[in-house]
């Protein structure tokens, strides 16, 4: 089995925006598979990503049931079942309501239980890459950054890399964005060549443009 290493600047489970989350989009019966999308996809303005939006659809009921059996604390109506309700924004398409922060830390049991490696208050500030240069001609290699209390060097070497460093939130004003300034995407994203895509994810609501950021 591959060996898998989180790298995260502050602590798992603490940091970024996940930790807000409190609706997550509930499993959404097949015969509304169609009429979701295309609320999806006119509700946000055609900015997502379509095939995305269908993995999401199609596999979002799996992974609500997978949180379920980890014990996951969802609110229940009367009956047991889970509470689906109509979050903002949403026609056809409903929400689960749990608690963020409980489910960042049993999430992060789990990986721990899993034999993730974490570690933490690790920033990573460049990539390494096979021939040293970025952006590089050759492949993504690894990371590199300092620890972030004891200002020690470190690096990481990879087969295989998947950056998701969150938001842009101070020059966003994203409220309830812990450490994300956007140092992720701004170090890692030059060091790819023409081509090869980075699994970077930026949440830019479309609203945000529209107000002039000084
Ligand atoms: C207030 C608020 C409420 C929300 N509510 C919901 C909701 O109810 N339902 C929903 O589905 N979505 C919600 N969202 C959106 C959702 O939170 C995000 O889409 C999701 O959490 C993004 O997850 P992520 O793993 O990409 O980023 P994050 O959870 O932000 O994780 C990024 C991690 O990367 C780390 N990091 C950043 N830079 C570096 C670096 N240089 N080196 C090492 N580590 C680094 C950060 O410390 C952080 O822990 C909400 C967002 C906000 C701001």
Not at 8 to 18: L, P, Q
Not at 41 to 59: C, H, K, M, P, S
Not at 84 to 106: A, I, Y
Request: charged residues 25%; glycine residues 10%.
């Amino acid at each position: 089995m591959e060996r898998v290493t989180l790298v995260e600047k502050a602590r798992v489970a603490k940091s970024g925006m996940s930790t807000y989350i409190n609706q997550l989009l509930a499993p959404v019966p097949e015969d509304k598979f169609e009429v979701c999308r295309q609320e999806m996809a006119e509700w946000g303005t055609y900015l997502n990503d379509q095939e995305w939006v269908e993995i999401l659809l199609q596999e979002e009921g799996h992974r609500i049931h997978d949180l379920v059996s980890w014990d996951v604390p969802f609110e229940k109506d009367e009956q047991g079942k889970l509470r689906v309700t109509r979050g903002r924004g949403h026609q056809n398409t409903g929400v689960v309501h749990c608690d963020g922060h409980k489910l960042m830390e049993l999430l992060r049991d789990r990986l721990l239980a899993t034999g993730v490696e974490l570690r933490e208050r690790s920033m990573i500030t460049d990539l390494l890459t096979s021939d040293g240069r970025s952006p590089t001609s050759g492949e993504v290699v690894g990371a590199m950054g300092f620890h972030t209390r004891s200002r020690d060097f470190v690096a990481f070497q990879a087969k295989a890399m998947v950056i998701t460093s969150g938001a842009i939130g101070l020059k966003l004003r994203i409220p309830f964005t812990n450490n994300l300034t956007g140092d992720g995407g701004s170090h890692s994203l030059p060091s790819w060549s023409q081509g090869q895509q980075p699994g970077v994810l930026f949440l830019c609501p479309p609203d945000v443009f529209r107000e002039e950021v000084p």
